[in-house]
């Protein structure tokens, strides 16, 4: 089975999914975007990369193998981990989400640039990710996990719960439109 766990930088996702590398396999695609070159340019603009998403998605099949026919197999779990893992087949979506003035907060903490933090509270308050992976998806594979005032075990755990299924498809349930 394969479980990506997205969000928008900040809202948690390497470190929560670092506490399950233990119990499944964990993929930090960021990493291997930049590691394997699977980039087609660099926006300078944004300091960021542009991720070929296809040679990536090709990669990620490769390595760890296709997402499953069967979601409730939760036996053989990989968890895929990144900002556009919403972006390639899975079999579950958790969508991280943090309070956008937090959210901003944490990315200039770690040294974003104001305009990039900005605009990242900015994607979080309006659900950017979410509503992609909604998209991409269906409603019934996406699972909103609030982070803002949970610690990275608490996080894990919910991931853990969206893996052996004992938790619903949530996609919806947090709002921060007032934020905007």
Known sequence: MR???TGTP????TSATALLEDECTVAHL???VRDREFWTE???ERDSLVVDVEKLEAWVDEEYGEASDDADDAD???IVESHLAHLLPADRVVVLRCRPDVLESRLLDRGENEAKASENRESEALDVILAEAVEEHGVDSVYEVETTEQSPEAVAD???AVVAGDREPSAGTVDYLEYL
Not at 10 to 13: A, F, Q
């Open 3 to 5: 479980v990506v766990v």
């Open 158 to 160: 919910a991931i853990r």
């Open 10 to 13: 900040g809202t948690g996702k």
């Open 76 to 78: 053989d779990v990989t």
């Open 42 to 44: 660099r926006d300078e």
């Open 30 to 32: 960021n990493d291997e």
